[in-house]
């Protein structure tokens, strides 16, 4: 399993990015996907997930201005992000693991594939 990101950068506050996610290796469609991100001094958090019944979950602080989807045709998993805060600097990490049909990424306690991350900062 290999999964690289892409999009990372700086912005200001208010600015915009969208992260990619490229994977390979395995049967993308029989993962569930998600996005983490780890500010420094602290532990990395889970940002939103997506399942295989396509249903999509956010952390509090990311709802109503990410976006998690993916393109299954392309292996792709993608994270838009509007009105960007400067809380939300960290390096950001795609996760995958198998899941069972139907099911989201709660419901696998396999093992976690992860990324090497990418870099988003956003100044005030």
């Known amino acids: 399993v290999q999964l690289v990101e892409s999009g990372g950068g700086s912005v200001q506050a208010g600015g915009a990015l969208r992260l990619s996610c490229a994977a390979s290796?395995?049967?993308?469609?029989?993962?569930?996907m998600a996005w983490f991100r780890q500010a420094p001094g602290k532990e990395r958090e889970e940002v939103a997930t997506?399942?295989?019944?396509?249903?999509?979950r956010y952390t509090d602080s990311v709802k109503g201005r990410f976006t998690i989807s993916q393109d299954n045709a392309k292996n792709t998993l993608y994270l838009q992000m509007n009105s960007l805060k400067p809380e939300d600097t960290a390096m950001y990490y795609c996760a995958a693991k198998f899941c069972p049909y139907g099911g989201s990424w709660y419901d696998s306690s396999l093992k976690t594939y992860w990324g090497q991350g990418t870099q988003v900062t956003v100044s005030s």
């Open positions: 290796g395995y049967t993308y469609s029989v993962y569930c």
């Open positions: 997506i399942g295989r019944d396509g249903r999509t």
